[in-house]
């Protein structure tokens, strides 16, 4: 394994990374250590990620014996993709008018919004898969790749304007590009939650997979996008040049949702701790439902000793592997064969 493709699958705090070789793709797992929101740590990790990537097509190390056309963004936390802005430290810097470090914050996200919309300025296209509940930078990341995929039951939206602001890190211009200025508008000026039918319907969901489905939905989308990669490859070009997300944009959007957010009163600060405490109760009522924390649901074509192994995985010969044989006994090695 080349050095600049392992260094992608390094280990980290709140991320976790697997290839799929069958699917040419990584996976991009948030896997974050208390409420699932883009932390400082999360940001800074999703950025290293970015940029492994990049370094390793520029190096061009064996990229043929692992490829890689796809990079599909999910979540971790079951029935969260993810809340969006850290709400605790938008209170901190609000409380104290810090706006150098409150911009640095949405600063940070844009630089991460921007690359995911220009595909990292690589051949590859980006997928969200969207399992749960999406609100605010959530959404913003879910909507910032090529295509979004959502169950049926997940619930998007983007609620800043409850608190009386906006979602500054790319709704508008994502959702614009997208399906339109009059449902940006709807969704911005609504602060509603929708449901991923719903929002297939405006066009803002590109596939909707039934419930528990969504794995298969990503499969078969690569599988039909692979036959057809030279041209889906070009029309994402045509579309970046005909209707430029641009960076200045973005930042510039940031800069006005910066300025609005230092104005807020304590009423609606206080509305903002609201809706952190409904998000922690939420966050620990899911790990006590599936009394787990950071599952790890897809599979890798190889073992790394020098990472950790995740079950399922795919072995060599192809053949998905559901436990770990290396601790079985004899006769347990035996049955598990015969079952298998």
């Known amino acids: 394994m080349p050095d600049n493709f392992a260094k992608i699958f390094r280990d980290y705090s709140e991320m976790s990374i697997r290839y799929d070789g069958e699917q040419e793709a990584i996976w991009c797992y948030f896997n974050p250590r208390n409420r699932p929101c ?12 970015q940029e492994s990537i990049i370094r390793y097509f520029q190096a061009n190390e064996k990229r043929e014996k692992y490829p890689v056309r796809y990079l599909i963004i999910a979540s971790q ?10 709400l605790s430290l938008f209170i901190q810097l609000i409380t104290d008018q810090k706006r150098e470090q409150l911009l640095e914050y949405a600063t940070n996200c844009i630089d991460i919004l921007y690359m995911n919309a220009v595909s990292l300025h690589l051949p590859l296209t ?7 509940t999406a609100l ?5 990341a879910a909507l910032s790749t090529n295509v979004l995929i959502a169950e049926k039951h997940a619930q998007m939206g983007v609620p800043e304007i409850r608190f009386n602001l906006f979602p ?46 969504g794995r298969e939905a990503v499969n078969s989308y690569i599988n039909t996008h692979k036959h057809l990669s030279n041209g889906m ?12 997300i641009t960076y200045e944009e973005l930042i510039g959007i940031t800069k006005i949702w910066v300025d609005a957010a230092l104005r807020l009163s304590k009423k609606n600060l206080h509305l903002m701790e609201r809706l952190v405490a409904s998000q922690n109760r939420m966050t620990f009522n899911l790990k006590l439902a599936n009394n ?3 599952v790890i649901r897809t599979k890798q074509d190889r073992r790394c000793e020098h990472y950790k ?26 049955a598990l064969k015969a079952y298998n």
């Open 38 to 49: 883009f932390s400082t740590v999360l940001l800074k990790e999703i950025k290293e990620i």
């Open 77 to 86: 936390t079951p029935g969260v993709f993810n809340f969006g802005g850290d």
């Open 126 to 132: 980006l997928i969200s898969f969207v399992e749960g």
């Open 136 to 140: 605010g930078g959530g959404f913003e």
């Open 168 to 213: 500054g890190m790319g709704a508008y211009s994502f959702l614009a590009r997208k399906a339109g200025v009059n449902v940006a508008e709807r969704l911005l000026c609504r602060g509603k939650i929708y449901n991923a039918s719903e929002l297939h319907e405006m066009c803002v969901v590109d596939v909707l997979a039934e419930s528990g489905k």
């Open 233 to 244: 490859q070009a029309i994402q070009a045509v579309k970046q040049f005909y209707n430029p």
């Open 292 to 294: 787990i924390r950071h």
């Open 309 to 334: 192994v995740t079950f399922p995985l795919m072995d060599n010969a192809g053949k998905q592997i559901h436990v770990d044989r290396r601790g079985l006994d004899r006769r347990q090695a035996v």
